[in-house]
């Protein structure tokens, strides 16, 4: 695309999102649409996942239907962005990604990536030499800003990018501010300088560029003013002294010699602690000062024995806590244990925000707070704890402790809570020989020692509850950072813990941890292999790290080759074997396995033989042969220890490299015959429930033989069509690749069984591609069974699902084949059905006449078998054949008919079919009243069915009689009550109903 071109999609997110395309503003949709678009803007051309891009728009609970939500919202961005593009052309602006989406950087401008390229050319200015040049590219910059960044936009991810976008400006202000102070222009920079700093009072850069300004003003009192009110807030918010910088800043004011230096201030390029790059935030803390890790200016603690205080005072207290002298250390010392920071940690950004509001305010808290971070092997628990320990360390004065508490391992020597008391004792201070015995007097001893100090204690690596316990600290002012693959309920609710569960990083943090491990540069240069492995890892830091390393150790190896390695051995562990146990994926997972009862690690590796993409308690149940009560306790046993994760209430899934665990344990420890035995539970189980739900949500529907010999897998029965159609909704995905799974596994008479029972459904509920897949694994295991009359319903059901995707050719074939089998079998139900199916296409293809011969076809049928129910509905579809024709009388008639058949029958579902037909064939003979009346009726009976699409589809004709009588605000309604049901499937036609909305009240429609 060329610059012109180029330069046609132009975007801002300085302020509330917009955009423009050929110099038009566009209109961005509802709030969580302007959200994607920002999240992809942000990310200059890279890609999004779509997990990272449902947790950013949605946080923690996201809807139901989240992913299809936000392919909709992906699907309007481009038919926004590109109206014109040919329908099959490929998108060239929002792209497909691996697993995401990115919006290509080289189509579009922002005024964010405009913001970048004045601060690096004021940069580059700066460095030169060129002060004024600098500072007015700095305030271009700046202009670019139009109030909040992202205003507007919903989500945890853009209120993280705002905090960071909007501390990206108070940087490129203070290195403006301060260029001009370093030429001479500090009467010019006072004001903005007084009020950024009155914004900001703890960062202690801003308090010395504001000092120096004062004092080269001449305002020497104000200066020493300012001072002892940043001082005085450091200590009241945070609790420390200003930094070595600030207090020889001071000092000099006080000798009132001549006064500040530069105080960076222009005497040092841009990038510097005087440029214009923002500080990163792993450095600094909330002060605004280099953390002491990275500033040299600071004295670091010299371990165990740095030695802060002399013992009791005059008056025999302790001069540190003021407290009565008890039996422990007769000397205070500053110990510091925490283990080295990984040098290359990244990511956890959101984790890492979270846990700010954990750290004690300047007002005493009632109790010692704890933070519990827990997850699955691998994920980095212990990584991130020590991470977050080395940034706030600082915030501790008494010191820091840390012990591994080793309750998961290689071996079951787990650390005592005594031993450990013992070992934080002697690093406080009391001589070994003061210890006491017995765990209640040491509990007791270390508490004391405790008490009026601010501690940072870290136990990692927990088992349980009663391992913590005796490690906590009673008097506040602490802060114990838990690590542990337990969710520990128990130090939750007994303790207060704040729990944070660690899962996988997102995408774009696992792009940062191989970029920091391999180099930039070697990533970058093969994008789509990185984001392979990055597949192939699941996002686990700890599979990531083991790959990197093994990356980093032949650097002459291409990342392409690495994943096709990987991709060799994906569904094993054998590719994440570090050079140690810690570092061999195989081995951390054994040792939480280790721990489990026998029922709960037979039930994890069964687990695995369940094909996804998540599993329910009853299909758990029936798995492991075990009752609904029981398998219950059993998943919370597995959930507890990070094994399994509830995604939802009752419905649970695996990390990637568990189910390969799992799966290689099943394969080991259970025989053949034990697996097949599970494996026939569970087809049993979804064969029998889906019986059972057709059964329900049509009673006069022909009944299919089950297969002989099924197990007592438990299945599921439901007292009303509501509670089937609501299973069949939520189990939509798995039963998908239930069928699949059953035709692959040697199951071929479950595998036709089951899609003939939902095939009707699937279709009633807009699922028609859903209808292909499973019909198409039905068909070739009818075919292997040699089965003709699954064969036919096989591809009856191929052939509904064609013609509803326009597929006619296709649809024909197979509902002629399928039409034959059921003649060649003597089944004349199935014979009806495909003649219905065979109607049904010709009318779709305008083919009036041949439709209504096969409906007569199909009613012949029915009447030689006593089917009064499928009488009635192929006189419903004659009724509406006559509607297409324009016959609106004989439409009423048919109708008539079939809506006296149903009630003979107690059929509420055909009856809210033929009512709504009614409806139409009345509003189209223009009696208004009479059809809104029918469609009101038709809509209540699908409501109390739990028909939502069926009832969204009425909903819309409804408001099509209301406003043939010009009732505006009742179609509104109907139409608002529509799109609520079509959102609620996340729905496709719920764009239709969208747009119609927007006409009705007279907005503008973006071209499609």
Wanted: charged share 25%; proline share 6%; net charge negative.
């Amino acid at each position: 695309m060329d610059a012109r071109s180029k330069e046609s999609f132009r975007f801002c997110v300085l302020g509330p999102p917009r955009a423009w395309r050929h110099g038009t503003e566009l209109a961005l949709g509802p709030p969580q649409q302007r959200a994607v678009l920002a999240l992809l803007l942000l990310r200059r051309g890279r890609a999004v996942g779509v997990g990272e891009l449902v947790d950013g728009i949605w946080g923690a609970e996201p809807p139901a239907a989240a992913v299809s939500v936000l392919r909709t919202y992906v699907s309007r961005l481009r038919r926004l962005l590109e109206p014109e593009r040919p329908a099959g052309e490929a998108p060239r602006l929002v792209v497909s990604l691996g697993d995401g989406y990115a919006l290509r950087g080289d189509h579009i401008v922002s005024d964010l990536d405009r913001f970048e390229d004045l601060v690096a050319r004021a940069e580059a200015r700066h460095a030169a030499g060129d002060g004024p040049d600098a500072v007015q590219l700095l305030g271009s910059a700046l202009e670019l800003w139009d109030g909040v960044p992202l205003a507007g936009v919903p989500g945890p991810r853009a209120e993280v990018e705002r905090r960071q976008l909007a501390e990206r400006r108070t940087a490129v202000l203070e290195a403006r501010l301060r260029i001009e102070v370093g030429l001479g222009l500090h009467e010019r920079a006072l004001p903005e300088l007084t009020a950024l700093y009155a914004a900001h009072p703890l960062r202690e850069s801003l308090c010395e560029l504001l000092l120096t300004a004062l004092y080269r003003g001449g305002r020497r009192a104000e200066a020493l003013d300012v001072y002892d009110r940043t001082r005085r807030t450091l200590a009241d918010e945070l609790g420390i002294e200003p930094g070595p910088r600030l207090r020889a800043l001071h000092a000099g004011l006080l000798a009132d010699g001549p006064g500040p230096a530069d105080a960076g201030t222009g005497g040092r390029p841009a990038g510097s602690d005087g440029g214009v790059r923002a500080p990163h935030p792993d450095v600094e803390d909330e002060a605004g000062r280099a953390h002491p890790e990275f500033d040299e200016t600071t004295v670091t603690d010299t371990g165990p024995g740095d030695v802060t205080d002399t013992g009791p005072g005059a008056d025999g207290r302790d001069t540190h806590t003021g407290q009565e002298p008890h039996p422990g250390p007769q000397h205070v010392v500053r110990p510091s244990q925490l283990p080295t920071d990984l040098a290359t940690f990244t990511g956890r950004r959101t984790q890492l925000d979270c846990f700010a509001a954990l750290l004690p305010h300047r007002e005493q808290p009632q109790a010692t707070v704890i933070g519990l971070i827990s997850g699955m092997a691998g994920a980095g628990k212990t990584t991130l704890a020590v991470h977050w320990a080395h940034r706030i360390a600082h915030r501790f004065p008494d010191g820091s402790l840390y012990v591994d508490l080793r309750g998961y391992g290689p071996s079951a020597a787990r650390t005592e809570p005594g031993e450990a008391i013992g070992t934080f004792l002697v690093a406080l201070g009391v001589a070994p020989q003061e210890v006491p015995e017995g765990l209640d007097a040491q509990a007791a001893l270390f508490r004391s020692v405790l008490a009026g100090r601010r501690v940072l204690i870290v136990l990692d690596n927990a088992v349980d509850t009663e391992q913590v316990g005796p490690l906590l600290p009673a008097a506040p002012g602490c802060l114990v950072i838990v690590t542990s693959r337990s969710r520990l309920s128990g130090l939750v609710a007994r303790h207060g813990a704040r729990p944070l569960t660690l899962g996988p990083l997102s995408a774009e943090e696992s792009l940062e941890l191989l970029a920091r491990r391999l180099g930039g540069a070697r990533v970058d240069a093969e994008p789509e292999a990185a984001r392979a492995i990055v597949g192939l890892c699941a996002r686990l830091p700890l599979a990531l790290s083991i790959v990197a390393a093994r990356a980093a150790l032949h650097p002459g190896f291409r990342l392409a080759d690495i994943a096709a390695e990987l991709r060799q051995d994906h569904g094993s562990l054998d590719a994440f074997s570090g050079g140690d146990l810690g570092t061999d994926a195989r081995a951390v997972f054994s040792w939480s396995h280790r721990g489990l009862s026998p029922e709960a690690a037979v039930l994890f590796r069964r687990l695995a033989l369940h094909p996804g993409p998540d599993i329910t308690t009853d299909a758990a149940a029936a798995l492991a042969d075990l009752a609904p009560r029981r398998v219950r306790t059993v998943l919370t046993e597995l959930t507890g220890a990070s094994l399994l994760i509830e995604r939802a209430p009752g419905r649970f899934v695996f990390h990637d490299l568990l189910r390969a665990y799992a799966t290689e344990l099943v394969e080991a420890e259970d025989d053949a015959p034990a697996r097949a035995a599970a494996l026939l539970r569970m087809h049993d189980h979804f064969l029998l429930s889906a019986h059972h739900a057709s059964v329900v949500l049509d009673p006069f529907r022909e009944v299919i033989p089950l297969p002989t010999g099924t197990t007592d897998a438990a299945p599921l029965r439901f007292s009303d069509r509501a509670r089937a159609t609501a299973w069949l909704r939520t189990e939509r995905y798995v039963l998908r690749e239930i069928v699949g799974h059953a035709a692959a596994h040697g199951f071929d008479a479950h595998a036709w069984r089951t899609a003939a029972a939902l095939d009707v459904y699937f279709n009633r509920l807009g699922y028609w591609h859903d209808l292909l897949e499973i019909n198409t694994a039905a068909l070739r295991s009818a075919r292997t069974l040699g089965s003709v009359t699954g064969q036919a319903y096989s591809l009856c059901g191929l052939g509904v699902a064609h013609s509803q995707l326009n597929h006619a050719a296709q649809a024909r074939d197979h509902l002629e084949q399928g039409l034959e089998l059921f003649r060649a079998a003597g089944h004349a139900s199935g014979q009806a059905r495909a003649h219905r199916g065979l109607a049904y296409l010709c009318n779709r293809t305008d083919l009036r006449d041949a439709a209504l011969d096969h409906y007569a076809r199909a009613v012949e049928l029915y009447r030689s078998e006593g089917d009064v129910s499928g009488e009635a509905g192929v006189l419903n579809q004659v009724a509406w054949t006559y509607i297409l024709i324009g016959e609106h009388e004989q439409a009423l008639r048919r109708c008539t008919e079939a809506v006296l058949l149903y009630h003979e029958q107690g059929d509420p579902y055909g009856e809210a079919s033929t009512q709504d037909t009614l409806g139409y064939a009345l509003h189209h003979l223009a009696r208004y009243p009479e059809a809104i009346e029918r469609f009101e009726l038709s809509a209540r009976l699908f409501h109390g069915i739990g028909d939502r699409f069926l009832e969204a589809d009425v909903l819309s004709h409804l408001a099509d009689a209301h406003l043939a009588t010009g009732d505006r605000d009742a179609a509104r309604t109907a139409l608002a009550t529509a799109l609520a049901r079509l959102e609620e499937l996340a729905h496709a036609e719920a764009d239709v109903v969208r747009r119609r909305l927007r006409e009705l009240d007279g907005e503008a429609e973006p071209s499609p």
